[in-house]
């Protein structure tokens, strides 16, 4: 079973416009559909629509955080939540004709140090049945930057692996508790490296040097020209099939949710890496946020190559 942590949960609306966006005007939205978000909930979807089981813990509050649990329900999505006083966030993507996607990310209302505290538990408890654990997603105001230390820390005192997708100071502060696996773009390998990564060769020899820190697997996405990972088999560059793209919202989450599949199944580094490609490629040609349709990855799968680079 897979454990699936979100501290930031969210009700994420994607809304679909007949026509470009117009700043400044009113717009009337084609239609709207409601998905229980937050990166970790993406990532547990695309964990059962892998045919792997799945739980999801973290944080939820008030109306949505009620309407979240539902939506998940609806999912067939087990979880045992923590529950604040705070309400669960809202997360808006405005889909237009032309491909377009803009997300509006709230920050989340506060949540409380004792909630953590509470989660630690609830996720010590819990770890003694699960094979991995994934972290996803920003880190709510009122708790602070290192909370995913103490949580890697716990899986790995129990000898679970920990995927970690976060981004900005949440992930900078993590890195002392050397998470199995990290999946940072670019921008967040120079930050970490404090070094410019802009060539291709400079980002193999990023993922490289940070992979010998300690990290099992870096996972560095490179959007339309694929993914690497750099781990102790060596550096792997993979290559999904070209597409027309229906909405990406999401596609990170569930590369996240098949590289822990990937490691649940004990599947080697870079067929891990090729299954979770063809997922991400095949959460993009899904209209809906964090879905995909489990055939399509399979065809998907037979066209996407991994090559060792190094
Ligand atoms: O990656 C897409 C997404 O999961 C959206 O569904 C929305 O929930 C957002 O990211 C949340 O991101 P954050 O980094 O704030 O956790």
Known sequence: MILTITLNTSIDKAYRLDGLLV????????????SAGGKGLNVSRSIKTCGEEVLATGFVGGNNGQLLCELLDSDGIPHEFVV????????????EPDGCSTEFLEAGREIHEDSLAQLEARVSALLPLVDVVTISGSIPPGLPATSYVRLISLAHAEGKPCILDTSGTALMDSLEALPTVIKPNADEISQI???????????????????????????????????????????????????????????????????????????????????AMACATANCLSAYTGRFEKEVANRLLEQTTVEQVF
């Open 23 to 34: 700043r400044g005007s009113v717009m009337r939205v084609a239609s709207c559909s409601d």
């Open 84 to 95: 604040v006083e705070n309400e669960t966030r809202c997360c808006i993507n405005v889909l």
């Open 193 to 275: 490296l404090g070094k410019t990564t802009g060539t291709y060769d400079e980002l193999l020899q990023a993922a490289r040097e940070l992979h010998t820190t300690g990290i099992a697997q870096v996972v560095i996405s490179l959007g339309g020209k694929g993914a690497l990972m750099a781990c102790d088999e060596g550096i792997f560059h993979g290559t999904a099939p070209n597409i027309d793209v229906v909405n990406p919202v999401g596609a990170g989450d569930t590369m996240v949710g098949a590289l822990a599949v990937g490691i649940s199944r004990k599947l080697s580094a870079p067929e891990q890496l090729r299954f």
